[in-house]
């Protein structure tokens, strides 16, 4: 009897100061500035409502541009240096007027997807974008985003050496994740959202990983017919306006930009994400549930 009531104590001190967290978090303000690319609006796209929903008052800052690579954002750091009216890559802004307009108590930095597998590619620009942050926001908490490999079915994949490209998903994923890690080290052992890792564990999942649809008939495609994309995170095939059939094994559906946020929620709110109620309409419950679950895990 005694141990049944010394295990109820516990049960009730956990759900107090769980509770107590709750209510810190609740109302606060986080201001996230995000240093990257189509990538990182893809992550991002909904941190507003998860955000709402654990009554975080979230700001997100925005230093991307599509397609940029961590050397492409120096360089305009670099043209800015030379002339204050150039180098203006973000909307009008450059990187330091976004530094200095307002504490940021989150600074997130990424590779180009292309170049994420390939070492090389970080440095020096990682690091000399690192100490211009730290120079602005010296109290700010900077994270490496781990961003994710194509597809399965894609037909180019990143590069891992110079002009040499990974031979499929796995081994982009593999090389982009060591790359991202060992930056994190070389930066002063950076915490790292591993959303590469998330995207990885349900592409390969036996039962959620998505498949190619082997039955469509790829080279003689008739408007409207698409092939299954079941369970896809990428966007994938669809028909533009012109009826041109279009192939996008790179960036994140509806599903794949959930995914995203759910780690971003877990690493940068640091809050559970199976427990969040908001999920895309088109992402199914089933699909929701196994996505958040990742996340958690990640």
Not at 21 to 34: D, E, F, P
Not at 97 to 108: A, E, Y
Request: glycine fraction near 6%; charged fraction near 20%; charge should be positive.
């Amino acid at each position: 009897m005694k141990m049944l009531i010394r295990i109820n104590l516990v049960a009730v001190f956990v759900l107090v100061m769980c509770s107590q967290l709750n209510a810190q978090q609740a109302g606060k303000t986080l201001r996230v500035l995000m240093i990257g690319n189509s990538f990182s609006q893809n992550a991002s796209r909904y941190l507003p409502q998860m955000a709402e929903e654990a009554h975080i008052h979230l700001v997100l800052g925005r230093a991307e541009m599509g397609g940029c690579s961590l050397k492409r954002h120096w360089d305009s750091v670099l043209v800015n240096n030379l002339d204050t009216n150039r180098g203006k890559a973000y909307k009008g802004k450059s990187l330091r007027q976004l530094l200095s307009s307002q504490k940021w108590d989150i600074v997130t930095m990424q590779q180009y997807s292309l170049l994420s597998g390939d070492e090389a590619s970080y440095q020096p620009f990682a690091k000399n974008i690192y100490d211009l942050v730290k120079s602005y926001q010296p109290d700010a908490r900077i994270y490496v985003h781990q961003t994710w490999a194509y597809r399965a079915d894609a037909v180019n994949w990143g590069m891992i050496d110079g002009e040499k490209r990974a031979k499929d998903n796995k081994e982009m994923w593999q090389k982009s994740r060591a790359a991202y890690h060992h930056l994190a080290k070389d930066l002063g052992n950076l915490p790292v959202i591993p959303s590469g890792d998330a995207f990885f564990q349900v592409a390969t999942d036996g039962k959620w990983g998505f498949k190619k649809d082997t039955s469509f008939n790829y080279a003689n495609p008739v408007y409207p017919a698409l092939p299954s994309q079941k369970n896809s995170i990428n966007v994938g095939y669809r028909w533009e306006k012109d009826k041109k059939l279009q192939f996008d094994p790179n960036h994140a559906n509806e599903a794949g930009c959930y995914l995203a946020g759910l780690v971003w929620y877990n690493h940068l709110f640091e809050r559970n994400p199976t427990q969040l109620k908001f999920k895309p309409d088109a992402v199914s419950d089933e699909f929701a549930g196994f996505l958040k679950e990742v996340a958690f895990k990640n």
